[in-house]
């Protein structure tokens, strides 16, 4: 859409020499929406009987502009294009509801009869047939609509239905199943949904008997799930007129499960990465920890290794002073000396018998 710079005298002047009703004509803004840009930048405006005072050369009261303004004197207004009626100040569901019923090509009729069912139409017929009525019948494996409603009604249902599976194939979307439930498939999004008939109770009669619930005939379309759920039900307008504005809500739907999804698997990426890295550093301290008790442990060994070799020393000195230093003690003195260089983690002397 193009767009318009406007000073803030230039949009007083503008709402003061043309009605608001024909500023939304050349502007994609709605009544509400102008006067909020008006009040947002202090601009003041012509009071509701203004206009007609004016036709009548009555006279009018005008409020002076005030040039001082703490903001910047800057406001960009969307033009409209012609035969346009999107206000960009609308909410998003009303903006892309009217960007579907504004769509020439769009298939919005429900007929009373079907013409070139969809394939999901037919697979559901056959179900109705085969399953003869009962809800609990699985040997059908096809994709079908999921209806609730009376006998009577099923064929308003199956219009329906038929013709909402057409809208959605022309936005680009389908049906698709997932553990053995149909769902609605926009953009890798599946989306629960289920037609239904409302019904009404009626208390029992006798002292003993129990209620009754009694079809109304009047459709609920429910989709989504938890706080995304969302129903229509028919009223002032049946569900068959507010076609573009549930293809809109599911559009939306999917649109705001998507960037859910991506803040979930970003923050799943945030997540797994964190803790691998708090692994990490736990396995690093966990190989220091046990590289310095193995450092520690081989200080001690070595320790010991010269302790023995101390005592070893003293009992050879010792057997010399005293002149005991037979062949026998020689040999024990060999022995230890060769214990203590297999002791030694700086020597590791093999030793067949320790080793083994």
Not at 82 to 99: A, F, M, S, V
Not at 118 to 133: L, N, V
Not at 165 to 184: A, C, D, F, P, V
Not at 320 to 335: A, F, H
Request: net charge positive; with cysteine; proline share 4%.
């Amino acid at each position: 859409m193009k767009t318009t710079e406007l000073t803030r005298k230039e949009l007083y002047d503008i709402v003061w020499s043309t009605p608001v009703s024909k500023l939304t004509q050349q502007y994609a803004l709605s009544n509400d929406g102008i006067k909020k840009i008006c009040k947002q930048f202090e601009i003041p405006m012509p009071d509701g009987g203004y206009w007609m005072k004016l036709k009548f050369n009555k006279k009018v009261n005008t409020s002076k502009f005030n040039p001082i303004f703490g903001g910047m004197d800057k406001i960009v207004l969307t033009l409209r294009e012609e035969g346009n009626t999107i206000n960009i100040d609308q909410t998003p569901l009303t903006i892309r509801t009217k960007e579907i019923e504004n769509d020439p090509n769009a298939p919005l009729i429900v007929p009373d009869k079907i013409t070139k069912p969809d394939i999901i139409t037919i697979q559901t017929q056959e179900y109705w047939k085969e399953s003869k009525g009962d809800t609990f019948y699985r040997k059908y494996k096809k994709l079908r609509y999921p209806i609730r409603v009376g006998e009577k009604h099923k064929q308003r249902a199956l219009c329906f239905m038929d013709a909402l599976i057409k809208l959605l194939r022309y936005r680009g979307h389908s049906l698709g199943e997932e553990h053995q439930n149909t769902y609605i498939l926009i953009n890798t999004i599946y989306i629960d949904f289920d037609l239904r008939e409302a019904s009404k109770r009626v208390p029992a009669t006798t002292t003993y008997g129990t209620s009754e619930y009694i079809p109304t005939g009047e459709f609920i379309l429910k989709i989504g799930r938890y706080s995304g759920e969302k129903e229509w039900r028919d009223g002032k307008l049946k569900i068959e007129k507010l076609l573009a504005r549930i293809v809109a809500k599911l559009e939306i739907y999917a649109q705001e499960e998507k960037k859910q999804q991506e803040a979930s698997r970003l923050w799943r990426l945030q997540y797994d990465a964190e803790v691998k890295r708090k692994d990490e550093i736990k396995k690093r301290k966990e190989e220091e920890v046990a590289k310095f008790n193995k450092l520690v442990a081989l200080s001690e060994q070595y320790n010991t290794s010269q302790l023995i070799r101390q005592y070893i020393q003293a009992e050879y000195q010792q057997a010399i002073k005293i002149k005991t230093l037979t062949p026998e003690l020689q040999e024990w003195i060999n022995w230890a000396n060769d214990k203590a260089d297999w002791y030694d983690p700086t020597i590791n002397k093999p030793n067949d018998i320790l080793d083994a």
